[in-house]
């Protein structure tokens, strides 16, 4: 496969007409499923994909192996999947959280004693060395192992709509479920949340 | 503290390089297009795919007796994205046979997929088969006076589940069809791709992490369907067979580096995680890797460096010197950098933590301290380095930052003092 680079990186002029990806919706893209189309689709969520990938890990280095794989996993299921709302993005933030806690089982399962060690990030320059202070890391680590021991329903409605910051009815739709039971969902969870974080 | 009300970090803008290097690794992963079956009502027939057979890939349509229809290609020609290969199929050797052990029976077929090959013997006078499994470290055989094992109404029973977990089953007589409920199955983006195919005599092959799988065939005649729930937890485990080390050392020493770097390809190959973006392709042939350093070979944390011949690194974990994992790293050190410390372990609660990574040619020498501890001195060889720090237990997780380093030169001078992250 190639990820074609879009006029927008710079990097190579995208010819208009008939194949053009500029102005379709996220859905008309999926359905193309074609490498210009999926191309397009990276570009527009790479950055959103990104960093909901490293508020599931805290660790850019492994947020960009998920942003990686997430993608790869997007066009490879490309076929499979139909987009229930325009936006691809809660879908790929579904297999980013898939592949996340995979990544935890697959440490659980061998290294049930060990874990990782956060290393250096992929990314250095200031902001990353503020963002990621040793502080702000183990905050997010602490948020990450509070969600970790949510039940499987809340904390799926959680990556979405508290850690994603995707509108209730997005996280609905791509979940399955009515907005409602989302609601009460992130707010049963918020409440747990609160209470394992005050422990701290 | 983000408006969700968690303290969560701000978006940040994504550099322009990393959104290229993801581009590079999706791009780099994924072999021209091809187009994957899609899933078509509740049963799937028998599949195009593209087989690995003797190390060349083969273009083969799959059916319940059909041959290779795609003569292999030459041996230069091997698929580089091999770990998308789903079931290979070819007529097996008398190599494999030999190295199996079952040199005195007939066989059927081999089936290979991701880092093994299943040898499928006929049945004999009696009706049992026999089975043999050979990854890149294991041969191992099924005991000759094993019973099947009915699953459903009986129409269904497995024969056989390699100890990597391939089940081999019987499946109902004139089945055309076989298909696994999705539901079972709730992991499938981000584990071992499952596998499940219905092979020549009725048999099929079962590859899943699941621990339950409801399984459905088609019956052509009459037309019908035939369901059975396989249970993993219920079938016998490693006592249905015979196993034996078979390093590609030749040696049996399963404390010898080259055979524990060995072992946790073999534990990647046949058990890791899918193909993704980020693994180098140099893992295509694990004889391309070698050991480099070793650190906590003979306690509860070790680890192993792995190097390739084009600088591509991965890390074996140790547990009492049995190799348990593999991770992979693709970053190199670079002269600005001098070292880079790519991965590491901790042990919570013991105040062990292992870094490892790699080093240029101008590094002779990296040594660690934390606070209050006394210097450690890094394992450093062939352009990667490993060391095993101990300190007072923590609940909170180091990172190298927390790590003081001194790198010198080959002749002991100096290069940089300071922070390990």
Known sequence: MRLIPTSRQGATTLVEGSDSTAGR??????????????GELYDRHAEAVWNHAYRLTASWSTAEDLTSSTFLTAWRRRHDVTLVKDSALPWLYTVAGHLARGEFRRTTRFQRLLRRVPVDDTVRDHADQVATSLDGEHRLRAVLDAVARLPRSEREAVELVLIGELPVGEAAAVLGLAEASVRSRVSRARSRLRGALEEK | MSETGLPLPPRRPLPS??????????????????????????????????????GGAVGAQLTRDSTPAVAPPPPAATSPDWMNVQLGYGKTTDADLATCGLAGIKSTHTFSMRGRRIVVGDADDAGRRRFCEITYTRVSVSLPDSSPIPVGDGAVSI???????VVVGQAPRGADAMSVDPESEPDTLDDVPRV??????????????????????????????????????????PEWSTTRDAYPSGSTAGDLPANQAARCLDLWQTDGPPYAGNVP?????????????RVGQDSAEGLLVLREEGGDTAYCTLRNGVATDLRWAVQQADVEKMFRVLGGLESPGTGVTILAGTTTSHVGELVFTSPGQA??????????FAVRLTGPPTTTPKHPRDFTVDVNDPDGMILYRGPAG
């Open chain 2, 375 to 384: 210097p450690v001195r890094a394992e450093v060889a062939d352009g990667t």
């Open chain 2, 196 to 237: 499940e195919k219905l092979i020549p005599s009725d048999l099929f092959l079962l590859r899943s992490v699941a621990p339950v799988e409801n399984v459905e065939f088609h019956v052509q005649e009459p037309p019908s369907y035939v369901t059975a729930r396989v249970v993993k937890s219920e079938l016998p485990g």
């Open chain 2, 17 to 54: 390089d990393a959104r290229e290097r993801m581009r590079r690794r999706i791009t780099s992963a994924e072999p021209p297009v091809r187009e994957r079956p899609n899933r078509r009502g509740p049963l799937v027939a028998a599949a195009a795919v593209v087989l690995l057979v003797a």
């Open chain 2, 159 to 165: 024969l056989w589940r390699s100890p990597s977990g």
């Open chain 1, 25 to 38: 919706t996220d859905a008309e893209l999926w359905t193309r499923g074609d490498e210009a189309a999926f």
């Open chain 2, 281 to 293: 392709k140099s893992f295509d042939d694990p004889a391309d890797w070698r050991p480099t350093v």
